[in-house]
């Protein structure tokens, strides 16, 4: 027995020292760290797949710099949208047991479900989320900067979502559209979304430390910290947690795991003889569902060309083989899962760096290998395209120096602070300190510099720090009702919509039940009874023949704001002894008087 052991460690040992030193990848350590440094990346970890095995795994540089922690192949990163295939994946095994109909609207299995309008309502199926078909935008601010761990409470927003297109007119990516196809896999099994993942797909391909939780990520003794790169330099910054919108994105996985994926993923939906992704679903999920872009082939790179979109999958020619991949970016965070399936070969590549392009150099370093290929020099592409940003760059803000002088003010910055909603989106509080404006989101601090009249450009504070850059072209335009109060402010969010509005809430004080009773009566304008009184408990009403009845919201003492209507308002007067004697109709075109009865 002692013998037997011994021969199936040299055994195992001797299959993973042949994985290392595939001839074909002969010195590509020395060539990936040198991506690493010409990247600044803290650290990265790759995993090589070939048929049923993993013949080449991992990790460059750190997955903690502060405590000088190695990342190996074995180290937990964020891998953002790549989660959109699992997510997929999951209701590729339901409609394989006839639980789910793709053709069928998503409606048909979430009541809740609501679109902009009827036309979504009644046509949009679910292979039109899943393809990112359905007319919509990604309205990522929504979510972004309006976070919430109901998932019920992010699907309810889709309704006040515009779309900028026809359905089936253009693709358009929207993560909204992966967190509905989470919740429909719930509706379904009646199990969480995380657990669906964990039962269906990480525990058959034994993905036993792959998880869906931030928690869960920080608990683990060997995962990633999240840096960015600035000025040169690698920064610590904060996780996110995507939690409500975890089916877009929350998926948290190894190298080695992801390799188990990929092993599925290139034999036909099978892991260690038994299948785990339905091989129907899976081929259908590869084949082209929706044209991105024209992808013709360039100058430069002739070889690399068309762009289509499958189910979670970007879909390209690569050099001559047909390539399958989905990167995912969350704060700190870049991943890329690709695979070959012609060619049975599949790579990940996970870093611990925001907006990394480690991860397309390291896959298309290796794959240039493995495809015997012409191969090229990806670094010195790399520095060639970063020279080009950087003079692009020093050029904006050399023309946005020159044009960079304050306008003049509009309202006073008491008057503009307040709360501003959309229901699309969420509530933003806009708060005065001194002579400043800022917005308080609830993982954001944001300050409002003043451009002109009553438009500010917002910058992000971070670690007390205000960000010089600013969002460019997201400035904070406040309008006015007809009585020149604030009432609402705009932003470009989308490029393809008109600017997304949020309305400010009406800043009302309490009034006590009792103390309305003295508003109350008959006030007479020019032979017309116009009528206060009290609805319920608390209510007061204003109503004029022939119209509605109005329901007014104190802001002041005797003032009244009318609730829907912007610019009108109600005041009423008092006589020399304190009594209500008359109300003014305060109202865009004037101010009616009325004495009272």
Known sequence: MKNLITSLLLLIFTISLNAQTDSRLKGIDKELEKILATTNAAGFSVAVVEKDRIIYSKGFGYRDIENKKKADENTLFAIGSC??????????ILANDDKVDFDKSPRSYIPELNFYNDEMNNQITIKDLMSHRTGLPRHDVAWYFFP????????????????????????????????????????????TWEQNVTDLIFKPLQMNRSNTTLAALKKDNNSAKPYEVKDDKIKLV?????????PAGSIH??????????????????????????????????????????????????????????????????????????????????????????????????????????NYMVRNTIMDRLLKVKADDWVKIFEEEKAKQKEAEAMEEEKAAETKTAGPKGHPFEDIAGSYTNPGYGTLDILQERDSLFVQLKRESIWLEHKQYDIFTPHLIEHGKVDPEGFMGLDFNFSSANDGTIN???MKLE??????????????????????????????LMGTILKVYIKG???????????????????????????????????????????IEALSSVQPNGTFRAKRK
């Open 83 to 92: 989660t959109k295939a699992f997510t997929n994946t999951v209701l590729g």
């Open 148 to 191: 919430t761990d109901s998932k019920m409470k992010l699907l309810k927003r889709i309704e006040y979502q515009e779309p900028s297109a026809g359905i089936r007119e253009v693709w358009q990516y929207n993560n909204f559209m992966y967190l509905t196809l989470g919740v429909l896999g719930e509706k379904i099994t009646g199990k």
């Open 238 to 246: 904060d996780y996110y947690d995507i939690s409500g919108m975890g």
């Open 253 to 358: 996985s190894s190298a080695n795991e992801m390799g188990n994926w990929l092993i599925a993923l290139i034999n036909d939906g099978k892991f260690q003889g038994e299948e785990i992704i339905p091989m129907s679903y899976l081929k259908e999920s590869i084949s082209s569902k929706m044209i991105i872009h024209g992808g013709l082939p360039g100058k430069e790179r002739p070889d690399i060309h068309f762009a289509t979109y499958g189910y979670g999958w970007m879909l390209a020619s690569y050099k001559g083989h047909y390539r399958v991949e989905h990167g995912g970016n969350i704060n700190g965070f870049t991943a890329s899962t690709c695979f070959f399936p012609s060619d049975s070969i599949g790579i990940v590549v996970l870093a611990n760096q925001n907006g990394s392009a480690a």
């Open 488 to 490: 609402s402010v705009a």
């Open 495 to 524: 490029a393809s919509l008109d600017p997304i509005i949020f309305k400010k809430e009406l800043k009302t004080i309490e009034v006590a039940a009792d103390a309305l009773t003295e508003y109350v009566g008959d006030y007479e």
């Open 537 to 579: 408990e608390d209510q007061l009403i204003f109503f004029v023949e022939g119209q509605p009845p109005y329901t007014l919201k104190a802001t002041e003492k005797d003032l009244f704001a009318i609730a829907d209507l912007d610019g009108f308002k109600v005041q009423f007067h008092r006589d020399a002894n304190g009594k």
